[in-house]
């Protein structure tokens, strides 16, 4: 006989992609906290948040619904369940930790860089548990896709693009530019492999993943 669970697979699947984006959220609030540099996406949001007001949170729903729509009309990439519960979770998880403030936040540059170190690496470690279920790309990635199939350009080329972009309009709104923003441009990517593997296997089946390759987001 084979294996029985309490829980179905997908329901397994779910549970893990949505602690996957609560880890993801944890990271982002310790590397925040920190101070030494942001991913460029959340300079964007941090430059929102203080010129506009609203949350950090906040903006990154409100940014990550603008990039779904943006997704549809120009790729005509159909919302998913996941890519909306990847916009409305992910930017209510990083509003809740920076609430709770519960961070090893020291005073030094030394405990501050520790710390955005560890932020980093347990976002990449939640972006790979949020991925191995194969619900769906977040809204980033399917912005990605978009501006690929209708322009024509490389996948690399297209994300350094946003990234780029992103980060020279979060700059000039005041978001955080440093050192710690080229350190994560390069070292996400890098890492997220090296989680994918892990929670895959973790995922595989019988707990019902699906096969095939979703994007980082």
């Not at 310790?30 to 300079?43: H, L």
């Not at 506009?52 to 729903?61: D, E, R, Y």
Request: aromatic share 12%; glycine share 14%.
């Amino acid at each position: 006989m084979g294996k029985k669970f309490l829980l179905h697979p997908l329901t397994i699947r779910y549970i893990v992609f949505m602690l996957g984006l609560a880890v993801m959220g944890y990271g982002i609030a310790m590397m925040i906290e920190a101070n030494v540099g942001v991913a460029p996406w959340d300079t964007l949001h941090i430059g929102l948040q203080k010129t506009f007001g609203l949350t950090i949170g906040m903006w990154s729903q409100i940014m990550g619904l603008s990039i779904i729509f943006a997704s549809y009309a120009i790729g005509r990439i159909k919302p998913t369940v996941g890519m909306f519960l990847n916009m409305i979770f992910f930017g209510l998880f990083i509003d809740l930790f920076l609430w709770l403030k519960r961070f090893p936040v020291g005073d030094t540059v030394i405990e501050r860089v520790a710390m955005f170190a560890g932020g980093l690496l347990i976002y990449t470690f939640g972006t790979g548990m949020y991925i191995s279920p194969r619900l769906g790309a977040g809204p980033r990635d399917s912005f990605m896709l978009a501006l690929h199939e209708r322009m024509g350009w490389g996948i690399g080329n297209v994300r350094i693009g946003i990234e780029c972009t992103v980060t020279l309009f979060g700059f000039f709104l005041g978001g955080p530019v440093s050192l710690g923003t080229l350190v994560t441009a390069l070292a996400i990517g890098p890492l997220i492999k090296q989680f994918i593997p892990l929670w895959e296997r973790i995922m595989a089946k019988p707990y019902g993943k699906a096969q095939g390759t979703n994007l980082v987001d």
